[in-house]
């Protein structure tokens, strides 16, 4: 047993971002880093594990939603139980709560994010935190996307929920979640103005989270 087992849809998992994304981005990347390390692991990147798949005895195929410039993508991720890797599960408020921000995260899919993402964070996170700002960073698509989930009971439901406009990978795992109902950053922390170094902050602070470190 690799120990990539214990990976769970609605995980969030946390490490470097692997290089993508061209200067523009790590630029920006930059721009928000809050230097949140432990260990071995560098809060740089964040995903949401979507599928955990039994693919031969004592081995499973693991696939997460994670963001991308061009649009957030559906990916295996069993390269990541490193060291260099963190993943939590935040406490429930009801049963199946994980799967609903799973499948919140897949119909997230699809959804960009640009420079402008980065430099609006940026901007917020130095102090320029006006009305006008906030609404530009909580940018909702037109109505409202449904998408399957699972009742307190475990009954298949559907859930409809206001994606957002622009996503980068932090915002996307808090969204995953927020959506759900869970509260997983702070009271009073404006929509969508999540870092990854905020993010990662927030849930080793969240009494129930439960961690995992590779070895």
């Known amino acids: 047993m690799s120990g990539i087992e214990q990976l769970r849809p609605g995980m969030i998992g946390f490490g470097p971002t692997g290089g993508w994304g061209g200067p523009p981005i790590w630029l920006a ?10 260990g071995d692991v560098i809060a740089e990147h964040v995903f949401v594990v979507t599928e955990v798949a ?6 499973s195929s693991v696939w997460a939603v994670e963001a991308m410039p061009e649009g957030a993508r559906k990916v ?18 009801y049963p199946g709560q994980a799967v609903d921000a799973a499948a919140i995260a897949r119909a997230m899919i699809g959804t960009p994010y640009s420079f402008a993402s ?3 964070l940026a901007a917020w996170r130095f102090g320029w935190k006006t009305p006008r700002l906030e609404r530009w960073i909580d940018r909702r698509k037109p109505g409202r996307s449904t998408v399957p989930g699972q ?9 409809t929920v206001p994606l957002p406009v622009e996503a980068i990978c932090s915002v996307l ?33 969240m009494p129930g989270a439960q961690w995992l470190w590779p070895e």
């Open 118 to 120: 980065y430099a609006a």
């Open 29 to 38: 990347e930059i721009m928000l880093r809050e230097n949140f390390e432990v």
């Open 151 to 159: 009742s307190p009971e475990g009954m298949r439901r559907h859930i």
């Open 173 to 205: 795992a808090d969204q995953a979640w927020a959506l759900t109902g869970k509260q997983v950053m702070p009271a009073g922390t404006p929509h969508q103005c999540v870092t990854p170094g905020a993010l990662a902050k927030a849930l080793l602070e």
């Open 54 to 59: 039994p693919w031969s005895p004592g081995a």
């Open 76 to 93: 295996m991720i069993n390269d990541r139980w490193t060291k260099r890797f963190a993943y939590v599960m935040p406490p429930e408020d």
